[in-house]
T-cell receptor
């Protein structure tokens, strides 16, 4: 069983709408939790990083939250754009690093 | 600009052939990693190296080999022993350990023909 579970597996939304992606993890302890954006056929790019003591971190229209008690993180995307269409990967920095399988987001006009 | 470069972007392998994927970084990072990405799965670690002339097996090292003769370079060879090599391969680097986060290359898609 993967120690980092992401949901939903895929998501389709209309341009301009908001959405929230979920990441549940069982890895403990860990030093930080990151969200990456991966465009099709490209390498992942870091969006946010949170230590275990942080609750929220924003990067433009992306806001990540972390609840260390429930071992859940979420990535909220506001006012989605067509360029947000990508896979979003949750990564827990422990030893070893654990990757979620990603959520495939499609933003339609 | 500093970065990490993978080549080629697309690679085709015949049955029984060895192929080598290139990964070069000019970020002065000590650690480098190779991951395999398959649809619906998280990235899986093949090999990693935290210092020149030293490397460690990851979760799925069988059928792969690496070398780290220079700090900047970490090539991955997919040998004929790897029975299901068709996948997207990602190289990454980090300052020292993965706790500092990765910089990823743009990937190589390997297809067996």
């Amino acid at each position: 069983k993967n120690q980092v579970e992401q949901s939903p597996q895929s998501l389709i939304i209309l341009e301009g709408k908001n959405c929230t992606l979920q990441c549940n993890y069982t890895v403990s302890p860990f030093s930080n939790l990151r969200w990456y954006k991966q465009d099709t056929g490209r390498g992942p790019v870091s969006l946010t990083i949170m230590t275990f003591s942080e609750n929220t971190k924003s990067n433009g229209r992306y806001t990540a939250t972390l609840d260390a008690d429930t071992k859940q993180s979420s990535l909220h995307i506001t006012a989605s754009q067509l360029s947000d269409s990508a896979s979003y990967i949750c990564v827990v920095s422990a030893e070893p690093v654990r990757f979620g399988a990603g959520t495939r987001l499609t933003v339609k006009p | 600009d500093g970065g990490i470069t993978q080549s080629p972007k697309y690679l085709f392998r015949k049955e029984g052939q060895n192929v080598t994927l290139s990964c070069e970084q000019n970020l002065n990072h000590d650690a480098m990693y190779w991951y395999r990405q398959d649809p619906g799965q998280g990235l899986r670690l093949i090999y990693y190296s935290q210092i020149v002339n030293d490397f460690q097996k990851g979760d799925i090292a069988e059928g792969y080999s690496v070398s780290r003769e220079k700090k900047e370079s970490f090539p991955l060879t997919v040998t004929s022993a790897q029975k299901n090599p068709t996948a997207f391969y990602l190289c990454a680097s980090s300052v020292s350990t993965a706790n500092y986060g990765y910089t990823f290359g743009s990937g190589t898609r390997l297809t067996v023909v």
